[in-house]
């Protein structure tokens, strides 16, 4: 399956302050989703990217999928104690019954 | 509508015991996965099940083997548990996302 490289693996951020992470791959993706997993918890659906460039938002979350399809982002601005958790980038290949997870970005938040 | 539900919730082995991890989901969806997850390694796939009768190898399936009961279920087996075997198990479903269930913490001493 694709292979996603996540960056950075640990983000510790100051309350209110934005920050932002990635996930890259060596080759054109088809679609590429985001799930969050709170501490103890378990992963769960944010959002599926499919169109080059395309960009969407959830609240203060804005999602992006590079003009090339290789790349994406998570840009959470105003950060707040209930963004702890990591973020996951998953890739699907078509015909292929498979997502292959990024390792995450664990984010931490200072009050 | 429970979604996807594990059981047990919690779980101590000694080596070499034997268990089966239960997965079950309500909405009828073809595919079912198991993962594992440990600290800084992301969930990485046991085995899945693209469809009732069918199972395939992941990416770590060494040391588990498992069972697409029927479209519902899909369980998890530890013949032998070794202590590299301890981690948070993950079952999922999928259609157009994937849906995971609470996981299963399993510890073998």
């Known amino acids: 399956g694709q292979q996603v490289m996540q960056i950075p693996q640990y983000q510790h951020v100051q309350e209110g302050e934005d920050f932002t992470t990635y996930c890259n791959s060596s080759t054109t993706l088809s679609n590429i989703q985001w799930y969050k997993q709170r501490p103890g918890g378990h992963p769960v659906f944010l959002i599926q990217l499919v169109k080059s460039g395309e960009v969407k938002k959830q609240k203060r979350l804005t999602f992006q999928f590079g003009e090339a399809k290789k790349n994406s982002s998570l840009h959470i601005t105003a950060t707040q104690t209930t963004d702890v958790g990591t973020y996951f980038c998953?890739?699907?290949?078509?015909?292929?019954?498979?997502?292959?997870f990024g390792a995450g970005t664990t984010v931490t938040v200072r009050a | 509508n429970a979604g996807v539900t594990q059981t047990p919730k919690f779980q101590v082995l000694k080596t070499g015991q034997s268990m089966t991890l239960q997965c079950a989901q309500d909405?009828?969806?073809?595919?079912m996965y198991w993962y594992r997850q440990d600290p800084g390694m992301g969930l990485r796939l046991i085995y899945y099940?693209?469809?009732?009768?069918?199972?395939d190898k992941g990416e770590v399936p060494n040391g588990y083997n498992v069972s697409r009961l029927n479209k519902r279920e899909f369980s998890l087996r530890l013949e032998s548990a070794a202590p590299s075997q301890t981690s948070v198990y993950f079952c999922a479903s999928w259609a157009a996302e994937q849906f995971f269930g609470p996981g299963t913490r399993l510890t073998v001493l």
């Open positions: 998953a890739v699907h290949t078509p015909n292929d019954y498979k997502l292959s």
């Open positions: 099940s693209a469809s009732e009768g069918t199972t």
């Open positions: 909405m009828n969806h073809n595919s």
